[in-house]
């Protein structure tokens, strides 16, 4: 198991696909990592479904509003189209380059729209630097995310089963 510096600034995802740890930066997106962190512990991105899913590309997952199944407002069609109810986020882009297990926002055309949805990079997405918010890295179970089922829609989607920041999981 990869070793975790800081309990609160690393998550733990349960995927259908299984485990994932991913390592927080909130030197370099401090309110990213601060939103990503409050709807964990809100348990809104349990059972969010991975939307979109492009092989070579990304993994994106994260609409609490209607990528999560089982919620009031899911809906596989408009699933990539939702966020939280909470404010979008100010862009906090930095010179991080997108590579493989770097974890980053989606967001609208407006650089400041970022909200809840995020994606785990597959490979080098360079060309997306600068031009995201990269809020953390996969340090554990990439093999995991690179089993996630493809598509744009994703027919039957993985999905996050739970998502906790690490500190609030008993340490096994």
């Not at 997405?125 to 996630?148: C, H, P």
Request: glycine share 10%; with cysteine.
């Amino acid at each position: 198991m990869a070793e975790i510096k800081d309990r609160e600034q690393a998550l733990i995802v349960e995927t259908t696909k299984g485990k994932v740890v991913i390592e927080l930066f909130p030197d370099l997106a401090p309110g990213h990592v601060a939103r990503i962190k409050e709807l964990a512990r809100e348990g809104a991105y349990d059972g969010v479904v991975f939307h979109r899913v492009i092989d070579g590309f990304m993994a994106q997952t994260g609409d609490v509003k209607f990528g999560k199944s089982g919620g009031a407002s899911f809906n596989p069609s408009r699933a990539g189209m939702g966020g939280s109810d909470k404010p979008d986020l100010k862009a906090e882009f930095s010179n991080v380059n997108h590579g493989r297990g770097t974890c980053s926002m989606a967001r609208a055309q407006n650089p400041n729209s970022a909200n809840s949805q995020f994606f785990i990079c597959f490979g080098d997405a360079s060309f997306l630097n600068r031009q995201y918010t990269v809020w953390g890295q996969v340090i554990e179970g990439m093999e995991n995310v690179d089993k996630i089922k493809r598509g744009e829609p994703v027919v039957d989607p993985d999905k996050i089963v739970s998502m906790k920041v690490a500190a609030d999981v008993k340490a096994a």
